[in-house]
């Protein structure tokens, strides 16, 4: 243990530096911060705008740096001192290197220790070369943007003064108003966000908005002192966006203002959002309004993803970093996932540890798991997302995120295992129970069968049943049966009245004796009218009946065996109802059926098998499962629904389209009819309601599930 003690104190290259003689240049500013009650300082060059954080131990070794004394004598009169927090040879080195290449350095007689900061220096550049692998957010400076925000310090101060906070509130209250009031319009419209006429604008939105958060952010260093030098393009997910250096803001001692900077941007992009839903809520349509729906979709779903999410390391992670005084989170909870693999998963007993409290052991496994699957599954639904409208950009953006999220860091942890150092003690554990883990996960992946299951939307039909339907309009004067009443065929349900109708019935009998009479006076005395007459007689006739015809159908009789399902019947009496008006729906209780909406990829799976078990859960009775049979698939791709309910405008899952007066399916689908075990009873007054189907085929492996996914996926799409 002592050896292991001595090996972290000592480092095998300290010789080559001990001997320079180093000191901090005059121009650096020195600022301290607390953090969690632990003192930090913050060293700041202003020529090169470089900034470097330092611990109390180490800031104690640097501020003894001379011109007059050796590195070496420097770190031995520390350690002979009995000092807390004393850093090691390495990190002495380390830090160094670090500062050297901030220019914060004065240095002479450093031979041997030149060579190691060339040394060092191309570590670090190799570094930069491996971060050229992370396009997604690489940056490229291109001015300095310190004149242009001193001559608009008058709008600074206009912006982050309590009047315009006030209209920011405002403005904020107005829109979350609009927004409640229009979500399913604003839901409805985002299908074609990313759609090719829509992507140009998009992006020139996008750039604006970026301008004013980035504004936002070095608008609010500039009224706590700061500056700001930097300004320039980063590459977003490949699409190049302003950003700014607001890293000013690390030498202020206040943590509030710390956040605010971390915070300007959002506000500044909440405000942009506000208004233009605002704008967008009021005006009529045109270029505008689609330019104002753009920007609020843009300043959402970046907040959202992006900025306001401490997992990413934007805004909502410095934020975070301020609030819970834990600088470099990200960094240390790599640091403190490795180190509970290495103490114990490889029983590596000298594995350092850097979180002092049990909060802060929780907070680094927290966030160190949480960041790395919300980065993957973030930008993996990205890729996805717009794959659909551009295939190659998708391919680049795909390659990028298995490159730098997959290949690369699975090949410096088989690196770390073969080969790293830190496991020379243990390395023979480190490789068995790196092969036993990868072995046991290709089996589970491409061996282990797993319930093999898909769902659809459908609804419940009874398996005959027949509308009612008023043949003619009239006045309700009478009901003979309620709802769940059993009726049989030609049961009387509702009488009608019709005043006009009996009226023109009269009229037309009135018609018919006046015609028959002249006929009879033809006959006397004109035979050769009577043939004209009798033709005329005829069609009176023809129409009187046709009128009896409509008076008979205002008696609505049932037209099969069933129970009437219907609302308060009652209150029709007294009420006019209209031709084509439904009353309610005669159901034949003794079997039910479910119509399920199946897509044509999951369709062919039914065509090449019977499911080992179907099973139906209604929406509102998740938890109650009725179990199914005699499923048919009908072999003919349709566009319409069964019902209205199931898709898009009805509150369904299913992509619709208007036609004119209809709804039709944006891609053909399949119907499947299956029949409901269920007791009558239970399946009562059911008719109509929506649910899903669970189809059970049996089990196969996660990984052959995956892969017929996505070659479904290609066929769909890109007709690979």
């Not at 009995?82 to 031979?111: F, K, R, T």
């Not at 191309?122 to 400076?141: E, H, Q, S």
């Not at 909406?597 to 099973?615: A, Y």
Request: some cysteine; hydrophobic content about 45%.
């Amino acid at each position: 243990m002592i050896l292991d003690q001595q090996r972290k104190i000592f480092h095998e290259s300290w010789y080559r530096l001990a001997e320079s003689k180093i000191t901090l240049r005059s121009s650096v500013h020195v600022h301290r911060q607390v953090y969690r009650g632990v003192l930090w300082y913050v060293l700041y060059e202003p020529f090169t705008n470089q900034y470097y954080r330092l611990p109390q131990g180490a800031y104690e070794f640097i501020s003894k740096l001379s011109s007059h004394k050796t590195v070496g004598e420097v770190w031995n009169e520390l350690l002979n001192s009995g000092a807390e927090s004393v850093p090691s040879q390495g990190e002495v080195i380390e830090m160094l290197s670090q500062l050297y290449q901030s220019n914060m350095l004065l240095y002479e007689g450093v031979d041997d220790g030149t060579m190691l900061f060339d040394r060092n220096k191309k570590n670090v550049r190799k570094k930069v070369k491996a971060t050229l692998l992370n396009i997604f957010f690489l940056k490229v400076p291109v001015f300095d943007p310190e004149f242009l925000l001193r001559k608009l310090k008058w709008l600074i101060n206009i912006l982050l003064s309590v009047p315009f906070a006030l209209v920011w509130l405002a403005a904020i209250i107005v829109a979350t108003k609009y927004g409640i009031e229009n979500f399913d319009t604003l839901k409805d419209q985002t299908h074609g966000f990313l759609s090719p006429s829509n992507i140009g604008w998009v992006y020139v939105c996008t750039v604006v908005v970026k301008l004013l958060h980035e504004f936002g952010h070095s608008a609010v260093v500039k009224k706590y002192g700061g500056e700001v030098h930097t300004v320039g393009v980063m590459f977003m997910l490949l699409a190049p966006l302003p950003y700014m250096d607001a890293t000013a803001s690390w030498s202020f001692r206040k943590k509030w203002q710390r956040v605010f900077v971390g915070a300007g941007g959002m506000l500044f992009e909440f405000f942009i959002a506000a208004v233009a839903l605002i704008l967008w809520a009021n005006l009529g349509g045109g270029i505008l309004k689609a330019l104002a729906y753009n920007v609020f979709i843009i300043c959402s779903i970046s907040t959202v993803l992006f900025n306001v999410n401490p997992l990413m390391r934007f805004d909502g992670y410095y934020i975070l970093t301020d609030l819970l005084d834990m600088p470099n989170l990200q960094q240390r909870s790599v640091s403190h996932l490795k180190y509970l693999l290495e103490r114990y998963v490889f029983r590596k007993y000298d594995a350092e540890n850097i979180a002092d409290t049990w909060s802060e052991r929780f907070i680094y496994t927290f966030y160190g798991v949480a960041s790395a699957i919300y980065r993957f599954f973030l930008f993996a639904g990205l890729v996805i997302a717009i794959s659909e409208h551009y295939l190659i950009l998708s391919f680049i953006m795909g390659t990028l995120l298995c490159l730098t999220m997959l290949v690369i860091p699975f090949g410096k942890f088989i690196k770390y295992i073969f080969a790293g150092p830190a496991l020379a003690q243990v390395r023979s554990r480190a490789i068995i129970l790196t092969l036993l883990v990868f072995s046991s996960l290709v089996g589970v992946l491409f061996y282990l069968p797993v319930p093999d299951t898909f769902t659809a939307p459908g609804v419940i039909e009874a398996s005959r049943f027949e509308n009612s339907i008023v043949g003619e309009s009239g006045v309700v004067v009478g009901v003979n049966h309620i709802s769940n009443d059993f009726v049989h065929v030609g049961d009387t349900l509702m009488v009608l009245e019709n005043p006009e109708l009996t009226y023109k019935i009269e009229e037309k009998q009135g018609e018919i004796r006046e015609t028959n009479q002249m006929y009879y006076q033809a006959l006397e005395r004109s035979p050769e009218n009577m043939h004209p007459i009798k033709i005329r007689l005829n069609v009176l006739n023809q129409g009187l009946d046709d009128l009896i015809e409509r008076q008979n159908r205002l008696t609505l009789v049932a037209g099969m065996d069933g129970v009437l399902s219907t609302g308060d019947i009652q209150n029709y009496v007294g009420r006019h109802v209209k031709k084509g008006d439904s009353i309610g729906i005669l159901l034949d209780t003794t079997s039910y059926d479910f119509v399920a909406v199946v897509s044509q990829e999951d369709v062919s799976r039914l065509f090449s098998g019977t499911p080992h078990k179907t099973s139906v859960r209604l929406n509102g009775e998740a938890f109650t499962e009725i179990l199914t049979d005699k499923i048919q698939v009908i072999p003919t791709a349709q566009d319409k629904l069964p019902s209205n309910a199931l898709g898009w405008h009805g509150g369904g899952d299913i992509e619709t389209k208007t036609n004119g007066y209809s709804e039709q399916t944006a891609e053909p689908v399949y119907l499947v009819r299956t029949t409901l075990l269920a007791d009558d009873k239970r399946a009562l007054m059911k008719h109509g309601r929506s649910g899903k189907i669970r189809f059970d085929l049996g089990k196969k492996p996660i990984a052959l599930q995956g892969i017929r996914k996505a070659r479904q996926a290609l066929q769909k799409y890109y007709r690979l």
